[in-house]
């Protein structure tokens, strides 16, 4: 994993950065062919350290409560949902997509570092339960398995931290 230490304080500001990597990132969130084939996994191989700081990260937006903003270009279909969270130089980019036949929903994602895909960070599924965790792809995707509906919040373990993404609601 790529060395980037984030210290987290109190008080201390989430530097948006803009919008400038939307365009890569919906086109990316948009074609999941790659990460269809690939199951998460139940469990990662290294080891992560959950005890670590935890960063919580702010949401930047979310096409469920408003509009993308002007000069993001992204084709949405219809019932999914694409939400952006930041937290220093972290992004954290998802799409909720419904399955009406089945009534679940699937989350994937892409996690960036400075702008970069951020390769084998942790994600792991913020519920009570059986714990379910992935590692980012090369491209810093993942994808979690079907979910019902409910809110679900995710932790990703990078280095020297760990992000907390809050439950997001599922209905």
């Not at 994993?1 to 984030?6: F, G, N, P, R, Y």
């Not at 990260?57 to 952006?84: H, I």
């Not at 969270?85 to 997509?97: G, N, Q």
């Not at 994602?109 to 599924?125: D, K, S, Y």
């Given at each position: 994993?790529?060395?980037?230490?984030?210290t987290p304080s109190r008080g201390a500001g989430?530097?948006?950065?803009?919008?400038?990597?939307?365009?890569?990132?919906?086109?990316?969130?948009?074609?999941?062919?790659?990460?269809?084939?690939?199951?998460?996994?139940?469990?990662?191989?290294?080891?992560?350290?959950?005890?670590?700081?935890?960063?919580?990260?702010?949401?930047?937006?979310?096409?469920?409560?408003?509009?993308?903003?002007?000069?993001?270009?992204?084709?949405?279909?219809?019932?999914?949902?694409?939400?952006?969270?930041?937290?220093?130089?972290?992004?954290?980019?998802?799409?909720?997509?419904p399955d009406r036949l089945s009534q679940q929903?699937?989350?994937?994602?892409?996690?960036?570092?400075?702008?970069?895909?951020?390769?084998?960070?942790?994600?792991?599924?913020?519920?009570?339960?059986?714990?379910?965790?992935?590692?980012?792809?090369?491209?810093?995707?993942?994808?979690?398995?079907?979910?019902?509906?409910?809110?679900?919040?995710?932790?990703?373990?990078?280095?020297?931290?760990?992000l907390a993404v809050p439950p997001i609601a599922?209905?």
């Open positions: 994993m790529i060395a980037h230490l984030v989430v530097g948006h950065t803009g919008i400038v990597h939307a365009d890569v990132l919906d086109a990316w969130l948009g074609d999941l062919t790659g990460l269809r084939d690939r199951p998460a996994s139940a469990s990662v191989e290294h080891a992560v350290d959950w005890n670590a700081p935890v960063c919580p990260v702010e949401l930047a937006y979310d096409t469920a409560e408003q509009r993308l903003p002007s000069g993001v270009r992204a084709v949405v279909r219809e019932g999914y949902r694409r939400l952006m969270f930041e937290a220093r130089s972290y992004e954290v980019m998802l799409r909720v997509a929903y699937e989350l994937a994602g892409q996690i960036l570092f400075e702008g970069l895909p951020l390769p084998g960070a942790t994600v792991r599924l913020d519920r009570s339960g059986p714990s379910v965790a992935t590692s980012t792809d090369g491209s810093g995707g993942f994808r979690l398995p079907p979910l019902v509906h409910g809110a679900y919040g995710l932790k990703i373990a990078v280095d020297g931290a760990v599922l209905r």
